[in-house]
């Protein structure tokens, strides 16, 4: 998928805060790794309380994240979840369901973890948003 990937998705990508200081380059090489995967209406993506090991950034379509049964969120172009589990293949927060037919790139832990492997300066900015996000969680909190 690296050549000739969409500028939107390139776009979406960008806005993902663990990856928005990746060069042009780089997140291709992101979207490269990932798979692009088509999903019907009723899908399940996530259940809360499974292990994680993906991250999905939605392309086209809708759905809706529920926490403990309650609807919390609606995710459409542009928006992602399951960046955490990219790091920490820790339980699920939220069990998401599509709405409609949906497009997402998907990228798994282990094509995430070759990313880390094969890119140190890729890695290093992650680092560096992760920093500044625990750091704005913290500021918050004090």
């Known amino acids: 998928m690296a ?26 090489r992101i979207v490269g790794l990932g798979t692009s995967v088509t999903v019907p209406p009723g899908t399940t993506l996530t ?24 609807l ?3 995710f459409g172009p542009g928006d992602f979840f399951g960046e955490m589990a990219l790091l920490d293949q820790a339980p699920r927060t939220a ?9 997402l790139l998907v ?6 973890d070759s990313l880390i492997d094969d890119a140190p300066s890729i890695a290093r900015k992650l680092l560096k948003a992760l920093a500044a996000r625990q750091r704005a969680v913290a500021a918050v909190h004090d």
């Open 107 to 112: 990228l798994d832990a282990r094509e995430f």
């Open 95 to 103: 069990t998401i369901v599509a709405d409609e037919a949906m497009e």
């Open 47 to 70: 259940k809360q309380g499974a292990v994680g090991r993906e991250f999905f950034l939605v392309t086209s379509g809708t759905a809706r994240c529920f926490r403990d049964g309650l």
């Open 72 to 74: 919390v969120a609606r």
């Open 3 to 28: 050549r000739g990937v969409p500028k939107q998705v390139l776009e979406m990508l960008a806005a993902v805060p663990l990856f928005s200081a990746c060069s042009k380059a780089e997140l291709r």
